[in-house]
């Protein structure tokens, strides 16, 4: 059966992954992508930038074929290296152990191995191709060359995996309003660079007092937490680290308003992280050179247009990058369509409702905790009641793991949907906050009479499936 031809639009992380899964189930696929093919332009001149790839995602590239290739790019992270104002620093592990880690993956590279396999399954890219509006009626799309050139050509099924600015989203919208809202965070980021180690100028591994500090450890997610703002540092596979400083946007100090260049912004670091900045040997440069980049999340009532368009990944849904997953949603949504699609090739109005119904709650839940988790990260994780409430879910976890599983863990190492997880973290949360009254300490909590509470409160989780 010769199936519905698809015009994708986009080929980052999400329509990539998409393409090829399409392609594998027996689609044609076009996909326009407005920058040049990264495989040619060389993104080993660009500047590295790594997202946290888990379980979800990973779950997805499993299902594509491809996760193996994945893993041996990989930087494999532990637990958050959380390091305090007094120069001190503790891991928190994420897992209970080395199978519960995540994932530091270039974002270029795995784009590229995208587009590889993408091709190799069949899926036709253009580059320098850049959407500029869509006549849904006539089935036709505009789209601009790197050189500003108009054409306009025939479209297939339409899916919009553009980002978080998406051009497809504005054409629906124009054609008959999805409902959009955009909510700011307020907070923006920038992105400096850790070199490896055997790079770094002497000296630059002796703290304030000439003490010998080491080289970050590369088997973990780096977080300065600072309050009302922080950095993160994720590892390269060269031993470098991309860190991100994570900002107010606007307003009294510090935010990127009063922090306008690298004279400013080095002074600010000396004071809040002494230990970091040693470590960015080229600060000025890379705070003077490197873009402000905005936080906020995208809600929409509608993802398509009757059976005509659809949109995915950030197109759809952008959130704040908080809990790392944002690539890992949209990974999820690549298979649930895909599948959708193979089943009822014939229906796609069917098939886009569906996509909808199954992933809107979940891509709803996942915006939430990923708010909520900003605010974990920044503040709380230095925190001793948050400290508490953690330990004493990790003894719960130990002693009724039918029963107990951190919002963290269902949200990183399980298929669970977004949405249950946000909803059992919630009842979870209740109970612990009721069991500490308050206190600081976990071990002033009766344990017999903790699992007796919580087993009489919760119904077990859902068995897990692994793998
Ligand atoms: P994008 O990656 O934005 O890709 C969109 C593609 O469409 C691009 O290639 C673009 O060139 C192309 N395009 C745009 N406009 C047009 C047009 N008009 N015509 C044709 N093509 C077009 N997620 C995680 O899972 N883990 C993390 O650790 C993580 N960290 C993050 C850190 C930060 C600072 C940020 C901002 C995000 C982070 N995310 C993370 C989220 C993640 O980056 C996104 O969810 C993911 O990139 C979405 O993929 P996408 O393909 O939908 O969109
Ligand atoms: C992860 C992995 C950008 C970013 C990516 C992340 C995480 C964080 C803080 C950030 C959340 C966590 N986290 O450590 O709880 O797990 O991806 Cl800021």
Known sequence: MTQQPITLIGGGLVGALLAQQLAQRGFPVDVYEKRADPRLAGFSGGRSINLALAERGLQALRSAGLADDVLQRAVMMRGRMVHTRDGRSGLQRYGVDDSEVIWSVSRGALNMLLLDAAEAAGVRFHFGQSLLDADFDARRIRLADEQ?????????LLIGADGAGSALRAAMNA????????????????????PPADRLPAGALRDSGGQRQFALEPHALHIWPRGGYMCIALPNTEGSFTVTLFLPAQGAHPSFATLPDAAAAGAFFRDEFPDLLPLIPRFAEDYDEHPVGTLSTLYLDRWHLDGRALLVGDAAHAIVPFHGQGMNCGFEDTVALADLLA?????????????????????????????????EMRDSVADPHYLAKRELGALLG????????????????????YA?????????????????RGSDRAADVDLDAAVAALQATLPPLPALRHG
């Open 398 to 417: 130990e002693r009724a793991p039918a029963h107990f599983m951190s919002r963290y863990r269902m949200v990183t190492f399980t298929h669970l949907p």
């Open 175 to 194: 054609h008959a309003p999805l409902g959009e809202r955009v909510e700011s965070l307020g907070h923006a980021y920038k992105e400096l660079e850790i």
């Open 343 to 375: 089943a009822e090739p014939g229906d796609s109005a069917g098939v886009f409702a569906e996509f909808q119904r199954i992933r809107q709650p979940n891509a709803n839940a996942i915006a939430a905790m990923a708010l909520e988790n900003y605010v």
């Open 420 to 436: 249950y997880a946000l909803e059992r973290g919630r009842a979870q949360d209740q109970l612990l906050q009721q069991l500490l």
């Open 148 to 156: 500003g050139a108009q054409r306009s050509i025939d479209a297939g």
